[in-house]
Each structure stands twice: as structure tokens, then as C-alpha cells.
């Protein structure tokens, strides 16, 4: 009589429910808040372009400069500020002094003035109007990686700029709300230059900034200290991991005020537990992975979500619900 190993058929079951607990993916990103409110009458920018017409227009380069970070992360992130260079209007002074289409513009200085490095177009619109007639504007380039220095006069402006469009930006890690940026007449009222400042258009019901007293067309003219050239110095003021407040300055009609508003985290649910080399560790990407014991004990987690394997078969885990957890403050 011939032994034969027994049948591994009864492991199949307990092998294909480890592989296919394996197969599962955690979520890359935190789920939408389902509690945010975006009131529809605040989706439209307000209709003041016969006001906007009506504003002082000051001094003309005939540059028209962006942000020169192609992303949103770059932006956020710790790459350098610069300011490219999109366009230069035809018979201008900055195209009579040489400047180009993609230029990096690196620091500007006005008349016998100290130079001021740029990071956003606001800045570049705000030395258009605070300089006075004529005045000489000294500018560095980076043009290829090669450092050009030129200046050139600025005249009055005999006719306003294009109206720049309205962007959005969403924040819901820590706040719950929704930024657009300030029209020229916004800016300019609370004296900022046109592209600064964010206007809160929409906040989540358990958003924090709700019981500091921040409400919907409040417009947010600095954080700690430092004025919001653009939502997203706001945006990267709110992304701090060690803050848990901000200091906010805004506007609120023709009044001025300011508040230390709280942030918060997300609220942690329980998503899912069932029973059904050595060590090993990998980072990149907004993921963590490592295991040991030849995957008795394995862990990964994401930006939105984490999971612990034990003996292979028991997992759980959490992540990111879609409403934020309450805070003291």
C-alpha cells in the first residue's frame, strides 16, 4: 500500500481568502466631507466690473507674469517661489528693455528702492500700482539659468488690464472650506494688491472656523502675521502639521477684525475586521509598507487610511471619515 501526502485541498479555501484579503487596496486620498456647504448664490464671482473700470490704474510694463510651479503640490511644497514670464505686450517698455517669454522673473527694485524677491503675480501688480510716473524698475532675470539684469520707465496706465477669472481652492484636512480669490475691487478695498486675499465661500457644518465667528464672503487678508498674496499662502499656512490654530486678519464689509480660529482632524472610523527575510520596509509616495516575521505581522498606510495583518488572515484597520472631528477652541 502506497502513503500519499494528504490532500491540500483543504487549505485552498484559507489560502484564497489570504490572497484575496491581500488584493484589497487602502484609499490613496481622504473621502469628500459630505457636510460641506457651498451656498449657489456665492459660486459666481460678484459683478463689479463697472466698479473695477472706476479704479485707479497705475503704471504700465507691459508684462503679464504666473506663478511659475506648474502644480498644486509644487505650490504647497517646498520648491522656490518664481514668476515666469507669459507674456510681453508689443512696443512696451519691458519689451523695449529686452525681456522675454519665459523668463524667470527673479526680484524687482523700484527707483534708489531695495530689491524684493517676487513669488506671486499680486506682487508684481503691486509695484505697477505703487510706483510713481516714470519711476525706473530694476529687474533680475533668470533666462536659461543665466542671471540678466535690465531695467526700464514705467508710464501711467491709460487703460485697465484684463479681468482676471476667479479659481477655487478646497481645503479638507483641517478646516472644511472653500477659498475663491478676491476680485481686484475686493482686494484693492481692503488694501491689498489684485490676486491676493481668499474669500471663504464655503465651509463645512462641523468646520471649526464656524465657532470662531468666520462666515461666508469674509475675506482673509493674512495668516500669522504674514499677508495672503494668494489662497494658497493660505492653503500652505493651514497644512503646517504642528499647528493646531491660526491666526487670521479679515474683512468683513468696510470692517477689519482678527481671530485665532482652531483646525482639526478628521473623525477615525473602524472600516473593516474579519478572522477568515525577516523584515522588510518601503516609504515613497504617501505610502508606508513593511512586514516581518515572513508577513506575520505586516502594516501599511496611506494618507487616508491604515491596516495591521496579524498571522497573516487578521486584518484592521481606519481611516479618514467624511466629516471632521470636533476640537476644543
Not at 107 to 133: C, I, N, T
Not at 144 to 173: H, I, Q, Y
Not at 248 to 263: F, I, K, M, P, T
Request: proline fraction near 8%.
Amino acid at each position: 500500500m502506497v502513503n500519499r501526502p494528504p490532500s491540500p485541498l483543504p487549505l485552498l479555501p484559507l489560502l484564497l481568502l489570504a490572497f484575496a484579503s491581500c488584493a484589497s487596496n487602502l484609499p490613496d486620498q481622504p473621502p469628500p466631507l459630505a457636510d460641506m456647504d457651498e451656498p449657489l448664490d456665492l459660486r459666481a464671482e460678484p459683478d463689479d466690473e463697472a466698479a473695477r473700470t472706476k479704479l485707479p490704474l497705475g503704471m504700465f510694463s507691459g508684462l503679464k507674469v504666473a506663478d511659475a510651479r506648474d502644480s498644486l503640490a509644487a505650490k504647497l511644497g517646498d520648491e522656490d517661489p518664481a514668476l515666469k514670464v507669459v507674456e510681453v505686450v508689443e512696443n512696451s517698455p519691458a519689451a523695449a528693455a529686452g525681456v522675454q517669454v519665459d523668463d524667470l522673473l527673479l526680484d524687482v527694485a523700484v527707483g534708489d528702492g531695495a530689491k524684493r524677491a517676487l513669488s506671486q503675480p499680486s506682487e508684481w501688480r503691486d509695484v505697477e500700482l505703487r510706483a510713481a510716473a516714470g519711476a525706473t524698475v530694476q529687474v533680475t532675470l533668470d533666462r536659461g539659468g543665466r542671471a540678466v539684469r535690465t531695467s526700464f520707465a514705467m508710464p501711467p496706465r491709460v487703460a485697465p488690464p484684463a479681468r482676471a477669472a476667479a479659481e477655487r481652492f478646497r481645503e479638507e484636512d483641517r478646516v472644511g472650506v472653500v477659498f475663491r480669490t478676491a476680485t481686484e475691487v475686493e482686494a484693492r478695498a481692503a488694501g491689498l494688491a489684485p490676486g491676493a486675499g481668499a474669500v471663504i465661500v464655503g465651509l463645512s457644518r462641523r468646520s471649526p472656523w464656524r465657532n470662531a465667528g468666520l462666515r461666508y464672503g469674509d475675506l482673509i487678508t493674512a495668516v500669522d502675521g504674514a499677508p495672503v498674496t494668494h489662497p494658497e499662502t493660505l492653503l500652505r499656512a493651514l497644512r503646517q502639521p504642528d499647528a493646531d490654530a491660526v491666526r487670521l486678519a479679515y474683512r468683513r464689509g468696510a470692517a477689519s477684525a482678527e481671530v485665532d480660529a482652531s483646525l482639526s482632524a478628521r473623525a477615525q472610523a473602524l472600516r473593516e475586521l474579519s478572522v477568515p527575510l525577516l523584515y522588510s520596509y518601503e516609504h515613497g509616495r504617501g505610502k508606508t509598507e513593511w512586514s516581518a516575521l515572513l508577513g506575520l505581522i505586516s502594516y501599511r498606510s496611506t494618507k487616508a487610511a491604515w491596516r495591521v495583518r496579524l498571522l497573516w488572515l487578521i486584518p484592521f484597520g481606519a481611516g479618514d471619515t467624511d466629516q471632521l472631528l470636533e476640537t476644543d477652541g
